[in-house]
């Protein structure tokens, strides 16, 4: 089927939508938190703990790291990237676009595309516009993402736009090959494209209006959540949000904290990823509704209460801060697994809850309250 979205209610106070993406895997309630699996898991938590107890509707993979390993043939062998790791659900994968250039040495980008060397070996590799689409048919996500520029904060104001106008022309060039490149199972891949335009709003405008000018199935908003404040982060959602089509998902790339994941819900956003939750719960930082803790500190030593009495997954009740401090300090492996698996359900019922907020009509009042309360550590 062809990837569908319906809008379901919307807040009076703000910009907050509930909706649904329904696509040959699925019904997304959004708004969504998607969990970040990029090199086919999420670190930490299997498959079946993933789907019974924190229950996303979609994952995220990296065409980047998949690519690298365990390889294009081999995905394309298990018969893609679903059987592969065994996850009947929606994954979307992102592109490369903000993994080449965060994460290997030596990268040289030019209008053909961009010449690498991987991160595990030093091997050169070019990722070009044409060889992504064609990787990600491999990979075989239900969401794939066009090949773009990630500009880094701050950024030089003509640097900015000539990056822009390339990552459109390479949007043109993703739309054309995909268009050439037939699927590879039997289901359908709804393409995404990506605004860029650094923290200005003139380029932002202008980006947000190539990239619904493409007409594409949902749009994304990259180079945000790069180290700018969080005030830029918000204005440059705003002004987007403003251009962006009202009837197709809108997913803001990479952000971020809980907070900041409800100011961009407040804007007009649905859907968010962010590998916050997996690696902070990997170095003992826990979020909840009333705040952030680091479960290592002295404090918890003797604290035999439930992890977090509100928390929404088994861990949460089963578990008393001391013992995932013990756990932390004894370098257990048991430690990060408890901790990723609190940290995602956080994420999910957060997003579940504005959710429920928005169709309600009181999306604006609760998250006020969440705001402030979120904002304390523990
Ligand atoms: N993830 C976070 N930001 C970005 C971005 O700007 N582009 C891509 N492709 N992925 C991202």
Redesign the pocket.
């Known amino acids: 089927m062809i990837m569908q979205f319906d809008l379901k209610g919307t807040d009076s106070q703000s910009k907050a939508r509930a909706g649904t993406i329904t696509t040959d895997h699925g019904v997304i309630e959004t708004p969504i938190f998607m969990p970040v699996g990029t090199v086919a898991s999420v670190k930490g938590v299997h498959q079946r703990e993933l789907k019974n107890d924190i229950n996303p509707d979609i994952i995220l993979g990296n065409t980047y790291h998949l690519y690298l390993r365990p390889q294009t043939g081999i995905l394309e062998q298990a018969g893609g990237l679903h059987k592969f790791m065994n996850w009947d659900r929606n994954i979307l994968t992102?592109?490369g676009?903000?993994q080449v250039y965060s994460l290997s040495a030596n990268r040289k980008i030019k209008e053909e595309g961009v010449k690498f060397k991987s991160h595990i070996d030093g091997s050169y590799h070019v990722f070009t516009p044409e060889n992504v689409m064609e990787i990600q048919r491999s990979i075989g996500a239900d969401i794939i993402?066009a090949f773009?520029e990630?500009t880094p904060y701050p950024c030089d104001y003509n640097y900015a736009k000539r990056s822009m106008h390339m990552t459109h022309r390479w949007l043109d060039r993703c739309i054309n090959h995909l268009e050439k490149t037939p699927l590879k199972y039997g289901y359908n891949q709804a393409f995404f494209p990506?605004v860029q335009g650094s923290t200005y709003k003139d380029l932002r405008i202008q980006s947000a209006e190539y990239i619904a000018n493409a007409g594409a199935m949902g749009n994304a908003i990259?180079?945000l959540s790069v180290g700018e404040p969080a005030e830029e982060m918000y204005a440059m959602t705003e002004v987007v949000c403003g251009v962006l089509p009202e009837d197709k998902p809108r997913y803001l790339?990479?952000v971020g904290t809980p907070i900041n994941i409800l100011e961009n819900i407040a804007l007009g956003i649905d859907m968010f990823d962010c590998v916050m939750p997996t690696r902070n719960a990997r170095n003992g930082m826990l979020f909840t509704a009333h705040g952030t803790m680091n479960i290592k500190n002295q404090k918890w030593k003797d604290d035999f209460s439930p992890l977090d009495e509100m928390g929404m997954t088994f861990v949460d009740t089963d578990y008393s801060k001391a013992y995932l401090r013990h756990l932390f300090s004894v370098n257990e492996l048991l430690a990060m697994q408890i901790a990723t698996i609190h940290n995602l359900g956080f994420y999910l019922w957060l997003v579940r809850e504005a959710r429920k907020h928005i169709l309600a009509g009181d999306f604006s009042i609760w998250k006020n309250k969440m705001v402030n309360q979120m904002n304390k550590r523990l």
Do not use: L, R
């Open positions: 992102d592109s676009g903000y993402m773009d990630c990506i990259g180079g790339m990479g």
